[in-house]
């Protein structure tokens, strides 16, 4: 039966690419299952918890929509590693809740699938590794170049940037960036959200 | 029979169709998501494949085929296979003001070919070395000082005919290279060097200094080019292409420590005999043990057999009494001549009957990627104290320099709380990143531009000098100072101690060292006392009978606890000197007798180091003529055997080793990077850095008006690069389904196919 081995072979072929892109899904999912409960422990433990014991980055926020009901933990860094588990804290840009301005930045396909629901006048919730909650409104968004984006990272006023691939739908990687701006309203008072 | 084959035939077929294709389906279905599985394992556990981890842009810049000759880059071929390994022991004794220390370097061949290992080490700066051994099995071979040409030949020459040699040379002052030749596979060659150091005094305290490692130098690009023209008027020159022209002899290759362990494993053992009852003795940046034998003498030991070479180590000591003795004088009988070394603290006046003299402060700082890590908190923790402690008569202005550079303010402005605030949050927004060009911070800092004659000028400039174009930078100092002082302010774990001290002393300042955050109050506090109080001047030394050769020759200001440090040579040991000078506006002399000088050892080769010095300086102030200055160093060098600029060690063992025809492979000793340093940040910046541009951007005097003026270092990008965040997830999913649906038709399309046969 020579001939079953062509379709065979292409099966293979196709079933490992489909897995592997499977894959960055499965991992990007499983590994905020992880994060969550690393962020939970940090949070009651103020200290910086790994979410496994080889990782080389460790959550440092919670970003949440509630009006569409997203939530991702971010991570410390934006290497490719850490984008792979989550979204990331871009290096030198402050931390929520402080003057300047936070840039997060994840996947358009896993994390920050949901940043083209958000629209202007959403509140964003982020919830610092320390326990602290800090309510953003988004205000505007824009299409820029990624080496253009025009951040001003002296900004005196208390900003977040959440950043991704655009356009969201496209296959191939390209040099566009989406964000989404927000301005501080102020700190959240936990007891009385819940 | 067959009617019934053959209704079955017609039947079943079909049936057995859908269910192998069913069966297929199912199969392929587990295989998809197995592989899934596997993939995600694998992913998860190992990042092995990088075509989904999304790589920032920035990255891409880091090649390291992007680097510039002359950057520093680990040779990841030969030197970590075939490496020779190297055990450093420094074994010191301390006799009252001097201190001997010998060190050995252990260089063992693992390989199995013969090699010429280079290690390029650091020198205490005021270090006169005298000596060189190399232990050879049970042969011990002594260095002869030569000249250094001659030197290398011997040098070259043995390496040629296959004999074991040692050559030893100053590169600066502080850095100095070992070549040992001809080290057989699997053989072990010892090489000691002694040198002779005075021991620093400041107040109360004494200490001594062991530097460990030589800090990656940023040495600037030849692209600027610097003319000199030559001294007849003509109008004619030539143009100096590099600021470091021997920038490849100080740039051994650097371990990055989160890819190696620690190397050059390094012990050490001081035995203090301080000449008085001894209080407390303090190491302070390494564990050790110490025996107290007697009051006056300690045992010290690293607390670990051995530590990295990869900080300097630092041991101070203060006497059982209050006060240390105000008056030190030693004396040593060489040759026919006698030498002199005295430590005079002047008196200091009292707080009260001084009002301080307003001054005008520029402070200077650091911010090049060599500083990044522990090093930038220590320099803004000791400027932010240095802020805290200004007058509201006082003027004050920062600089901040790495390749670029702020100047704050236009002009220095008065010390009042507005100008603090907004000089703090300066301060406080820095971050390490970029080359040092240190030049063009000096030149800023000196330029008077307020030109307040009631004011005291004094510059105080933080850096850990991990620069290679020293020189440029004493001659901006002398070109420059006019009536400023420099106060320099060593960071780190490895500064470069010859920098701040001749920078200091071309000043007319003072310097001191700060290594980890613990020390900046106390070594701030130090300093401040040296800048709010009046300096001894106007200070002379004048002998009764004997005449002396002294140096210093023009005698500095000396600055509160400092003692006045002289050396002198003498034809007789016979009356007396007296030192004259003013502390603040009262007039002040003290007469010691010589015959009460106690015995002192190597006396004679300090004296001379500190002649070569002068020698250099002069140089440096175009007092002496390059020849001239050449003419004197190199006379006292070979007087006194040490080794300096124009002066080698070699040591040649005779009897051959490495046979005829057999290959000598050259291997370039690996350092580790200083404790507390940021690898990237030195040598990541380094490879991506373009030739210097220098930028100087002024805050304009009227922006402090608007609130939204950028307070953010220059050396911050002005925008963020945000990072590649899109998978190849989709399309290699929808890649992996048209082919397996591909391979469905096939399937499908053969089946048919097969059947219909």
């Not at chain 2, 051994?133 to 001659?150: N, S, T, W």
């Not at chain 2, 050059?264 to 564990?287: D, M, Y």
Request: hydrophobic share 40%; with cysteine; proline share 6%.
């Amino acid at each position: 039966m020579p001939r079953f081995h062509p379709p065979l072979a292409l099966a293979l072929v196709g079933a490992i690419l489909f897995g592997d892109g499977a894959s960055i899904h499965a991992k990007a999912w499983l590994a905020q299952v992880l994060l969550e409960r690393a962020f939970a422990q940090s949070i009651a433990t103020g200290q910086p918890v790994k979410p496994w014991s080889w990782a080389d980055t460790w959550p440092v926020a919670q970003i949440e929509v509630k009006r569409i009901g997203a939530q991702a933990i971010v991570l410390a860094g934006s290497s490719g590693q850490a984008l792979a588990f989550g979204p990331g804290h871009v290096e030198q840009t402050a931390d929520a809740g402080e003057r300047g301005v936070a840039v997060y930045s994840a996947h358009r396909d896993t994390h920050f699938r949901f940043l083209q629901h958000v629209s202007i006048g959403d509140d964003i919730d982020v919830t610092r590794s320390d326990g602290k909650r800090f309510r953003y409104r988004a205000d505007h968004s824009a299409v820029v170049r990624f080496d253009a984006s025009g951040i001003d990272l002296a900004t005196q006023g208390h900003e977040l940037v959440l950043s991704t691939c655009w356009p969201f739908d496209a296959l191939t990687p390209g040099p566009d960036r989406y964000i989404l701006h927000a301005t501080l309203i102020g700190p959240v008072n936990q007891a009385a959200d819940r | 029979m067959t009617t019934i084959d053959d209704f079955e035939s017609d039947e079943h077929p079909m049936l057995k169709r859908l269910i192998k294709l069913g069966l297929v389906l199912l199969a392929q279905g587990i295989a998809v998501m197995l592989i899934g599985i596997v993939a995600l394992l694998v992913s998860l556990f190992v990042s092995l494949d990088p075509a989904w981890s999304a790589t920032s842009e920035q990255a891409t810049l880091l090649q390291p085929a992007d680097a510039r000759s002359g950057t520093l880059l680990l040779k990841n071929d030969g030197v970590t296979s075939e490496a020779v390994r190297l055990g450093i022991d420094v074994d010191i004794t301390v006799s009252g003001p001097t201190l001997r220390a010998r060190v050995t370097q252990v260089f063992r061949n693992p390989g199995k070919d013969w090699v010429e290992a280079i290690y390029v080490y650091p020198m205490a700066t005021g270090g006169a070395v005298d000596t060189l051994k190399m232990v050879v099995g049970d042969r011990v071979i002594v260095g002869d000082v030569k000249e250094r040409q001659q030197a290398r030949v011997i040098y070259e020459q043995a390496r040629r005919d296959g004999q074991k040699a040692a050559l030893t040379e100053q590169e600066r002052p502080n850095i100095f290279t070992n070549s040992v030749a001809n080290i057989g596979p699997g053989e072990t060659v010892l090489v000691q060097i002694e040198y002779q150091e005075p021991v620093h005094q400041s107040g109360n305290e004494y200490s001594l200094r062991v530097p460990m490692v030589v800090a990656p130098r940023y040495n600037p690009s030849p692209v600027v080019q610097s003319v000199d023209f030559r001294p007849d008027g003509s109008g004619w020159g030539a143009t100096k292409t590099d600021p470091v022209p021997d920038r490849d002899r100080i740039s051994p290759p650097v371990l990055d420590p989160r890819k190696h362990p620690p190397i050059n494993p390094t012990s050490i053992t001081v035995r203090l005999q301080a000449g008085f009852a001894l209080g407390e003795v303090k190491s302070h940046h390494h564990a050790v043990k110490t025996e107290s034998p007697d009051a006056t003498t300690r045992i010290v030991r690293l607390a670990d057999d051995t530590v990295p070479a990869d900080r300097d180590f630092e041991l101070t000591w203060k006497p059982a009494a209050e006060k240390a003795p105000s008056v030190g004088l030693f004396r040593e009988h060489v040759g026919d001549a006698d030498y002199l070394l005295a430590f005079v603290t002047p008196p200091t006046l009292d707080q009260a009957a001084q009002k301080p003299l307003p001054r005008e402060v520029v402070f200077v700082i650091d911010n090049s990627g060599s500083m990044g890590g522990t090093s930038i908190v220590q320099a803004k923790a000791s400027l932010l104290y240095a802020l805290g402690r200004l007058q509201p008569n006082d003027h004050f202005n920062v600089i901040r320099f790495d390749d670029t550079m702020d100047v704050l303010f236009a002009t220095s402005v008065p010390g009042d709380a507005e100008h603090i605030r907004e000089a703090t949050s300066f301060v406080g927004a820095l971050q390490a990143r970029g080359g040092t060009e240190m030049v063009p911070a000096m030149r800023a800092a000196l330029a008077d531009k307020l030109g307040d004659i009631n004011l005291v000028r004094q510059v105080v400039f933080l850096t850990d000098g991990a620069i290679g174009n020293e020189q440029q930078l004493f001659e901006t100092i002398t070109a420059m100072r006019g009536r400023s002082r420099i106060f320099m302010v060593g960071i780190g774990s490895a500064p470069n101690t010859y920098l701040m001290t001749r920078a200091s002393e071309l000043g007319r300042g003072a310097f001191t060292h700060i290594g980890s955050v613990e020390q900046v109050e106390e070594r701030m506090r130090g300093l401040f006392a040296k800048l709010e109080n009046p300096a001894v001047t106007g200070l002379s030394v004048k002998f009764s009978e004997a005449q002396a050769d002294v140096t210093p020759a023009i005698v500095p200001d000396v600055y509160r606890d400092e003692p006045l440090v002289l050396a002198a040579k003498l034809d007789k040991l016979q009356g007396s000197f007296e030192i004259k000078g003013r502390v603040g506006d009262r007039p002040w002399s003290v007469t010691l007798p010589l015959q009460n000088a106690a015995e002192g050892k190597g006396l004679s080769k300090l004296w001379a180091k500190r002649k070569i010095g002068d020698a250099e300086v002069a140089r440096t102030m175009r007092e002496l003529s390059p020849e001239d200055a050449d003419k004197t160093v190199l006379a006292l060098a070979l007087e006194h055997q040490l080794v300096t600029r124009l002066t080698s060690l070699v040591a040649v063992d005779k009897t051959p080793s490495r046979p005829e025809g057999e290959p000598l492979k050259l291997s370039e000793l690996p350092i580790n990077l200083p404790a507390g340093w940021d690898f990237d940040k030195v040598f990541g910046e380094q490879m991506q850095r373009v030739p210097a541009q220098l930028l100087e951007r002024r805050a304009d005097a009227s922006g402090r008006t608007t609130t939204a003026r950028r307070l953010a270092p220059a050396a911050q990008p002005d925008t963020v690069r945000l990072p590649k965040t899109a998978t190849t997830s989709e399309l290699k999913m929808i890649a992996g389904l048209i082919l397996l649906l591909l391979s469905l038709f096939l399937f499908v399309f053969n089946r048919r196919q097969l059947l219909a046969h």
